[in-house]
């Protein structure tokens, strides 16, 4: 059995992991002056009153009404109480005052703000009242990673069935022949001050438009950027007869990490130079762990608005698009058209300071073994995490390096399928792609038919195992009888040439 790997867990952008609970108005006071939300057990709040105060707040809590609610604030607005501190942006105390200043005669309006003022905690320990993250949060997103890289491995693009049926078909297993069950991940706890802050997230386009976002803002509890906390994980090897057909691995399992994560950085990062919102994870990562990654550092993103990218596997997405209201929604395999930003205010001006939720870094505290030469480079020239390899890179990576690349130009081809897009699929196949593309249904493809045979006849570039794959595909889509019955009648060759074409290819 490997020894229990022991990781701490770096915070590097706002973390909200969603617990259900919200804050309560007679738990917290908003401390203007300090910029603080403090929160404090209301038993002991009580207990500190004087009689006539204690008799007037619990009069206000026994009304029970909507309108009772905006009291409550008023009474404990800027109370000296001692308790737990929790940062607050400048926007908060606005919109808190705001609220404050609701009349109680109007109960409709005084729903409509206290619903959008609600403040949703991060996963909390109820002993400590300090944030955690719970370890199923972070095995969920390894899960995807390491999911994300048997795809790659086996060539499964497109995949039509259930999201279970996949994990099923990748892993070999399921329940308890999953080889993920032998993954055991800790909660992680903190290490040291622990600070969090109240900001708004804020939906945004990817792409500039003229028209804004849908969805209201919401208001988090985020983990700040600089936390540490710290866990183990522990890849236990299965038992005999335990019917595991592909066991884990510590070092493909991290590897995959790094890949999956490092590619979701990169892509993320680009949308937020895009729309002028701030780099700061790509920045936070090239200061702190600059020629760490891929070697005791290793990214990875947990929680709310992490990114319907990092929670699917890539090429196999189906992500639901929400239209206009009385519109069907739209399902795509490239992604959302949207992304949640972390924001000091509920309606920024701009996207500066703008940044995304969820980033993590994994470091190896303790790493038991010998780590491939291989390693992650942080290039600042262009603000981006990229991979560099060492000569002696071992043939594994190289080869996962391949199927990728192969991976993207079939995903482009799928896209925009049209006979110039094929010719340049056919130039990018190798050799070595023909056990891959011999497991593909290219005929599956909305608007591939028959008529991009003539492109393969005249491909003189497309390695010949790769031809007779494609032939094959190609002749089994004619019918010959049909072919020379045309010939006959209408004197139409096409098909028939096609399949004496396809036929040659194969014998040669």
């Known amino acids: ?156 693009v497109n995949f039509k069935g259930k999201v279970k049926d996949l994990e099923f078909k990748l892993l070999g297993g399921k329940f308890d022949t999953d080889p993920f069950r032998m993954v055991k991940v800790s909660d992680f706890m903190p290490v040291g001050n622990v600070k969090t802050k109240i900001v708004y997230a804020v939906n945004k386009k990817k792409k500039p438009s003229k028209f804004p976002a849908r969805g209201p803002f919401q208001i988090l509890e985020t983990i700040r950027e600089g936390t540490i906390f710290e866990g183990f994980i522990n890849i236990r090897q299965s038992e005999k007869g335990a019917g595991i057909r592909t066991p884990m691995v510590t070092k493909e399992f991290l ?95 701009s996207n500066n300071g703008l940044t995304p939720f969820g980033w993590a870094v994994l470091e190896l505290v303790e790493n038991n073994f010998i780590w491939p030469a291989q390693q992650y480079k942080t290039a600042k020239r262009d603000e981006k995490v990229v991979v560099n390899k060492s000569k002696n890179v071992d043939a594994e990576d190289k080869k996962e390096e391949e199927v990728t690349k192969i991976i993207k130009d079939f995903e482009k081809f799928r896209l925009s399928p049209s006979p110039e897009s094929f010719v340049k699929f056919l130039e990018a196949l190798k050799e070595t792609d023909a056990d891959w593309l011999g497991r593909q249904d290219l ?15 005249a491909s003189d570039i497309t390695h010949l195992n790769i031809k007779k794959i494609l032939a094959r595909q190609f002749l089994e889509k004619i019918d010959y009888k049909k072919a020379k019955k045309r010939t006959k009648k209408k004197g139409n060759r096409t098909n028939l040439e096609r399949y004496e074409k396809l036929k040659l290819i194969i014998e040669s």
């Open 1 to 156: 059995m490997e020894k229990p790997l022991k990781i701490r867990l770096h915070i590097i952008s706002p973390v909200n992991i969603g617990c259900d609970d919200v804050y309560e108005p007679t738990s917290f006071v908003v401390d203007e002056g300090k910029k603080k939300l403090v929160t404090f057990d209301p038993l002991d709040f009580i207990k500190s009153l004087s009689t006539q105060e204690r008799e007037r707040f619990v009069s206000i809590c026994m009304q029970g009404t909507i309108g009772s609610i905006i009291d409550i604030y008023k009474f404990l607005s800027n109370r000296d109480v001692v308790g737990k501190e929790v940062d607050i942006p400048n926007d908060f105390i606005k919109h808190f005052n705001k609220v404050k200043a609701l009349t109680t005669r109007n109960e409709r309006m005084i729903k409509q703000e206290l619903n959008k003022f609600s403040i949703q905690r991060t996963a909390y320990s109820v002993n400590t009242d300090l944030p955690y993250v719970p370890g199923s949060s972070l095995k969920g997103a390894l899960r995807t990673a390491y999911l994300n890289k048997l795809a790659l491995d086996k060539g499964i």
């Open 255 to 349: 590897r995959s990490v790094s890949n999956f994560f490092v590619s979701a950085i990169n892509k993320e990062n680009g949308i937020i130079k895009g729309i002028n919102a701030s780099p700061s994870v790509v920045k936070y990562i090239n200061k702190n762990f600059e020629g760490q990654l891929g070697k005791t550092v290793f990214p990875v993103r947990v929680g709310r608005h992490s990114g319907a990218d990092a929670v699917t596997i890539e090429g196999n997405r189906h992500i639901k698009i929400m239209q206009a209201k009385g519109s069907p929604p739209k399902f795509s395999r490239e992604g959302a058209t949207t992304i949640w930003l972390a924001s000091e205010t509920s309606k920024p001006t």
């Open 443 to 457: 005929f599956q493809i909305k608007g591939f038919n028959i008529g991009f045979a003539d492109k393969l006849f």
